[in-house]
């Protein structure tokens, strides 16, 4: 038994040792305004069945470099907000679609120690993308 979910070799397997299937729908949450932190949205997505939900977030509101920073905190409430839904978070960067050349500012987001505190505190359960289509 384990406390968390945990990998062997390529299987996802909850604290009972089950193999975890994901089912989820992505949330674009970094540009959501009417719902910005799931309250409403994770409830409905948890009722379709879905044990996960992709959370579109990214380093900059604009993607652009240099642009207006997001709210880590607003970030922090999704995962806590996914979790009471019952839904596995899996959190990814949107601001390098596409664009190897920018996967460097990627690593340096998930890097910066406040970012990882965050990460610590949802090891247990969060997945991380860490880009979408990089």
Known sequence: MHDTFYTEGRHLLDPAGKKVILRGINKRSVWDDSDPTGDTYFAEIRKTQANSVRIVWAITENLDPGGPQ????????????????????????HDASGDWARLQELVDYWVRPEVVSLIQEHQAYLLLNIGNGV
């Open 70 to 93: 997001t709210d880590l905190q607003t970030l922090d409430t999704l995962i806590t907000n996914a979790r009471k839904n019952q839904l596995i978070p899996m959190v990814e960067l």
